[in-house]
């Protein structure tokens, strides 16, 4: 008698889920409309006029005064279940390798890792004569990272939203555009930029594009 008393109670919850309509599984919708989710991003020549990519895939830009240039996306369209009131919920996500401190030093971080942080904790940077890490350099000075982030004295590393902090983002967009920064101290080197594209950041399926976009200031 006690066996069956434990069994009932055990299967109530499941039994109360099925009396009261809910259900527990989760979408299985594919984000995107065609059953694929695509993505495309360039440097905008509207801004950038002399921009080019070659055959082997590096952008060239000239720096000819303005302090950005532009990246502009293109992304497919959303299943309407993750659209909200005529808002897809497309999150896209901007990193880049390039650092800027002082007026007179820049600095690329090797081997990084986008979106995490390997190297912000980890990997030892050259400068000068000094062997500092970026949390190191953070407390000489407040780097800012070209796609438009700072590291500040006071960023925490270890934060559990410490990785959304090493990034900027563009929500809610087909056509997403970032403005990266540019001056005439990167003229003759090669930036990384990196690209996450969500498709659906809330529940149900998720689809995520990574994208590099290499640079060449001239």
Known sequence: MLKKLILAFSLSPLLACSWLGIDE??????PCLDGNCHSY???????????YQDQSGY?????????????????????????????????????????????????????????GLQTQTGTKIPVKNAILNIGEIAKLMEPLNVVGYQITKKTCFTCPYAERLFATYSNYSYNPRQQIYLDERMVGDTLEVYVKVIFNFDSGIQEKNFHTLKVIVE
Do not use: R
């Open 59 to 115: 952008w060239h830009i000239k720096f000819w005064g303005p302090k950005y240039f532009t990246i502009t996306g293109k992304l497919d369209e959303l299943n309407p279940k993750y659209v909200i009131n005529d808002v897809p919920l497309i999150e896209v996500a901007f990193d880049s390798n390039y650092w800027i401190a002082f007026d007179d030093l820049s600095f690329i971080i090797p081997l990084y890792s986008a979106f």
């Open 25 to 30: 599984k989760i979408d299985e919708t594919y």
């Open 41 to 51: 991003f360039k440097i905008d020549p509207w801004v950038s006029p002399s921009t």
